[in-house]
């Protein structure tokens, strides 16, 4: 059985397309045995931003941690819990202002943490999370596939950086661009994310 867990991180589930596309995955896994999935909402309801009391604990060992402060992470260790147990990772990553929402980046800080997701070494960072296998599906209004326009998806290259930085370095991405374009422009580009989808699935079995 491979554990699956799917984030979605638009805010708008009934309209989003990047939403749209993660349930499409879900179905086509369920359309096989094997995967036993979970889903997280990041979009409406988002994790808490670090607080002051969160971070007076984040680079120390958990075994020193008071009452306030296990408190302050209990909501990172269960998000990171979760990833860990996790074989495949969906994430559907809606773009606001040329990035992830809000929804996602405060749940790529509460989990990406010191000696839980990463650790320092001599030879630099080493992420923990190693061995599993994830997709972004990244919706936006325009289209970022041309070199020009690349230069301003800041959604890819976060996500890349930051996700190899905790050991998540083994991403696809799937992108669905120009949902803006035109109802004709969308509906192509969903089709092919999810030809994308269908063979990557084909490729889980
Ligand atoms: C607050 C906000 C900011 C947005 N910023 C951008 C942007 O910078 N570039 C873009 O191409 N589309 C932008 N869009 C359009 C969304 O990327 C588009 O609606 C996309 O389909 C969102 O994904 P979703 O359908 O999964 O919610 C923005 C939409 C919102 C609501």
């Known amino acids: 059985m491979k554990n699956v867990l799917i984030l979605n991180s638009s805010p708008i589930p009934k309209e989003s397309i990047s939403t749209k596309l993660t349930s499409f995955f879900e179905q086509e896994l369920l359309t096989m045995k094997g995967f036993n999935i979970f889903t997280r909402d990041l979009g409406v309801t988002p994790p808490s ?3 002051a009391l969160a971070l007076s604990g984040f680079f120390n060992d958990p075994s020193e941690h008071n009452g306030d402060q296990k408190q302050a992470l209990s909501e990172g260790l269960l998000l990171i819990r979760e990833l860990e147990n996790a074989d495949i990772v969906i994430i559907g990553s809606a773009m606001h202002n040329h990035t992830v929402t809000s929804g996602l980046k405060a749940y790529i800080d509460q ?3 010191p000696g839980l997701t990463f650790q320092y070494k001599a ?3 080493h992420g923990l999370l190693t061995n599993k296998q994830v997709f972004v599906i990244i919706s936006a209004g325009g289209d970022y596939s041309s070199e020009e326009t690349k230069k ?3 959604v890819t290259p976060l996500l890349k950086e930051v996700l190899g930085f905790i050991g998540l ?3 696809q991405f799937i992108p669905v661009f120009g949902s803006f374009l035109g109802n004709k ?3 192509k580009n969903q089709n092919i ?3 994308s989808i ?4 084909k490729q889980l079995q």
């Open 123 to 125: 030879d630099g960072p």
């Open 185 to 187: 422009t969308s509906e």
């Open 198 to 201: 269908v063979k990557a699935v």
């Open 152 to 154: 301003t998806d800041f």
């Open 49 to 51: 931003h670090l607080t």
């Open 193 to 195: 994310a999810k030809q």
């Open 111 to 113: 989990v990406t943490r």
């Open 169 to 171: 370095d083994n991403i």
